[in-house]
């Protein structure tokens, strides 16, 4: 996105879009905790002005309270306990804990406009009722006093991490919910996806002067905290504790990692951003976290310029968490967890791209996790494939051959499921991942690499620093190659169907052949068909669906009739004679997902 573009969605707001009657919610967060290193314990404030941009008057509201769900009893404890499959680990590690290792969050106090206000904890979700119902286009200030233990490391947070950082701080702090034109999302946590409301974070925290801490935004005082952001100041008393102050303009999350042992480094990208790396000293991955830090500045370079310009002025990757996750600015990543080079450059390029898909297009990630982990992927493999220059023609090759062994066990479920409602964590993993990778890839073969490659920059044009949701999508593609793509969002994301095409059978007659195509999966589909023939000599050809009222560009191949995807067979002649044919394939590239590739050639 231009930098203009995004100092207008800074000072104007949300009424400054363009899509006909959208609208979303704004918050501004001031917090300020007071972190005891020992017990791992923390204090604090939250000042939040709330404003409330939809068209309905809210008499309550919601917050997340994640931390909350890292105890024995809760549903994210029960959900991985009677899983179906391999999520049960989560389950055994908090059974595990003693009770000074679970996590807690206590609201000590909670005030509307200066009222206070009742309100109730149930798990992982605090429900608030407002002394003065919230209208249409009006703000109120939310002021709380809290308490947090922070848990041991379960998932994606907490204390004392494989790699011994001291503090890995995702989801936080008490986070109001999302409320968009489908009402409240108050989910309880079970460990899965996030949706959050952008607005402006100025977060200070309070820690022992010997921590270092990285995370989102922009650090107000590097002067005073030293630690190699920039010198100290001489004559500057610190007492026990640093005040280390971040702001965090137009985001949807914060977070922050601390560690007495944190190493920091960086890289200025031509154009922007300042890129830093915090890792810990006395890791035995700290060569590896020195080596790989030239090329994560290149995927953030791809990622700008086949998506669109990193909006903000710095990028941090810190050791922290568990496995790797996206957040504001930021993402963590373990070093365990990724201990060759091949590994971490995998999780690093995938977490950057999550800065486009999904933090800078901000969608349900837990209603459309296929929009956030899949795109994600897709671009991710792509990413790696151009940086390290591995020369592969599919590289997301991997994510077909997962999907057609899920879809052989009969087991999957659409990719609308909601993220917490799949039966099966492989399930998700191959819905949210493979298939939403593949989403893209296909979409590809369908519309042509150049238009899929408008789409991609379109799609961020039209939607950052928002909400989009499938069909968003789905309408930047059809604006910038003419097509009708709604039946292509609903037979893939929508259903189970499945694509599967053959050669039926071949006849010459009179020195030309006819060819005989046949549609067996319910998925209609574009086909691009090859015929070589014993010459080497190669013919392309393109067979639009119907029902795309148009076909991609087919300046290399011949253009033929449409094919209805009600009528099951397909029939066309080939002004050459059979004998001088040795194969015809469909789809040669194997860009389809077609679930039975055996049959897609016919070898004379």
């Known amino acids: 996105m231009k930098k203009l573009l995004f100092i207008t969605v800074l000072l104007i707001g949300p009424f400054a879009l363009s899509q006909k009657n959208y609208w979303q919610q704004h918050v501004d967060y001031k917090m300020v905790i007071d972190v005891d290193v ?43 306990r009677y899983s179906t499959d391999d999520s049960r680990t989560m389950s055994n590690k908090i059974l595990m804990l003693d009770e000074k290792d679970w996590g807690d969050v206590q609201i000590k106090s909670l005030k509307q406009d200066g009222v206070n206000v009742k309100f109730k904890v149930e798990e992982t979700i605090l429900e608030v009722e407002l002394d003065k119902p919230l209208g249409s286009g009006a703000s109120t200030v939310l002021e709380m006093e809290f308490f947090v233990q922070t848990p041991a490391m379960i998932r994606r947070s907490g204390k004392n991490s494989e790699d011994n950082v001291a503090f890995s701080m995702s989801q936080w702090y008490p986070k109001l919910c999302q409320y968009d034109d489908e009402g409240w ?88 951003p300042r890129m830093h790396f915090f890792y810990k000293a006395d890791s035995k991955y700290v060569n590896l976290w020195k080596e790989f830090q030239p090329n994560s500045a290149e995927f953030l370079k791809f990622f700008s310029n086949t998506i669109g310009k990193y909006p903000y002025k710095q990028y941090s990757v810190i050791m922290a968490g568990d496995g790797g996750m996206e957040y504001a600015m930021c993402t963590f990543i373990d070093g365990v967890g990724h201990p060759t080079m091949r590994s971490l450059y995998s999780v690093t390029s995938h977490e950057i791209a999550h800065t486009w898909f999904q933090f800078l297009m901000a969608t349900n990630e837990s209603k459309h996790s296929w929009m956030d982990e899949g795109f994600t992927s897709y671009i991710d ?31 999957e479920e659409p990719m609308t499921t909601h993220a917490d409602r799949f039966k099966y964590n492989t399930g998700y993993g191959m819905s949210a991942y493979d298939k939403g990778s593949i ?44 097509l009708e793509l709604d039946w292509y969002l609903l037979d893939w994301a929508q259903s189970t169907m499945t694509i599967d095409y053959s050669v039926n059978s071949l006849y010459g ?96």
């Open 185 to 272: 999302h108050a989910n309880p946590y079970i460990g899965r996806e996030f949706y959050g409301i952008w607005g402006d974070f100025d977060v200070t925290i309070n820690i022992d002067k010997n921590y270092t801490v990285a995370g989102s935004g922009y650090l107000q005082n590097p002067e005073l905290v030293g630690h190699g952001y920039a010198p100290l100041k001489k004559g500057v008393k610190h007492g026990d504790k640093i005040s280390w102050r971040f702001i965090a303009p137009n985001v949807h999350d914060f977070s922050w990692a601390a560690d007495p042992n944190f190493t920091h480094d960086y890289i200025d990208i031509d154009g922007g």
């Open 509 to 604: 007659v009179d020195n030309k052949t006819k060819v005989v195509l046949k549609r067996i999966g319910q998925m209609g589909m574009p086909i691009d068909l090859r015929v070589e023939l014993i010459s080497g000599e190669i013919l392309d050809f393109n067979i639009p669906m119907t029902k795309m009222r148009g076909h991609k560009p087919t300046e290399k191949s011949t253009l033929l009739r449409s094919w209805s995807w009600a009528k099951p067979y397909y029939e066309l002649w080939i002004d050459v004679d059979s004998k001088n044919i040795s194969k015809i394939i469909i789809d040669p590239k194997n860009e389809m997902a077609d679930i039975n590739r055996d049959n897609n050639h016919l070898v004379l």
């Open 38 to 80: 020992e017990k791992h314990t923390y204090i604090g404030t939250q000042r939040l002005v709330f404003t409330n941009n939809s068209p309905d008057k809210l008499d309550r509201v919601f917050y997340h309270l994640y931390f909350n769900a890292f105890k024995p009893g809760t549903d994210l404890e029960q959900n991985s």
């Open 381 to 411: 493999d792509v990413a790696l494939n151009v940086v390290l220059k591995e020369g592969k023609s599919l590289p997301n090759a991997k994510a077909y051959s997962d999907y057609f062994r899920w879809v052989a066990t009969g087991l």
């Open 439 to 482: 989403f893209l890839s296909q979409l590809q073969y369908v519309i042509g690499k150049d238009n899929f490659d408008k789409t991609l920059k379109k799609y961020f044009d039209d939607w950052a620093f928002k909400h989009p949701k499938p069909n968003d999508f789905i309408r930047s593609a059809e604006n910038v190659s003419g």
